[in-house]
């Protein structure tokens, strides 16, 4: 069964630095995707990024860019010149392949990341 | 852009109650999935349904039961509630790529 493990529990950053969130993973599917959620105190869930495995090059999507290691089974999200608002919960996010058409997404325990003005 | 609501916010209820908690998304998406998310353990699946009628167990569905009688409201049942199914409920929407969610239901079982 695929697993997803994020071995950070909370970080720090200071304003306007750069943080990098860990993630890994274990699958033997060869074509799958990966995301990363953003939870913040009003709870929603907001995607932030995503990666589809077949693609070499790393996703990016303005300050927030990741790290996809295929081989090594590793997809850290990085965050630039963080801000207050980026404090939030960030879980990554695993989608396998279900069976019968369908998929299952599965989830780390996520990292909290503090922003220290 | 999607719309997935939840109906409740928050929920109070007590042991033994039957309790359901709706989900309704707005985009004709297939895919509808319910999680509980627990401090240190993230999400965890709970069920997930890919069309009207079908559903498909996740990692915990001890305790719970679902229902999708028309595509875009998928139900979670909790039959008789106990104090250990106080926690966050997410429900999410897919057309296979990224998830949708709602803003979750925080239950509380007295």
Redesign the interface.
Known sequence: AQTVT?SQ?EMSVQEAETVTLSCTYDTSESDY?L?W?KQPP????I?VI?QEAYKQQNATENRFSVNFQKAAKSFSLKISDSQLGDAAMY?C?Y?SY?G???????????TRLKVLA | DVKVTQSSRYLVKRTGEKVFLECVQDMDHENMFWYRQDPGLGLRLIYFSYDVKMKEKGDIPEGYSVSREKKERFSLILESASTNQTSMYLCASSLGKPLHFGNGTRLTVT
């Open positions: 994020q529990p995707y995301f959620y009003s709870r929603q869930m995607l995503r879980f996010a989608r279900g019968s058409g369908t998929y299952k997404y599965i989830f780390g325990t996520g």
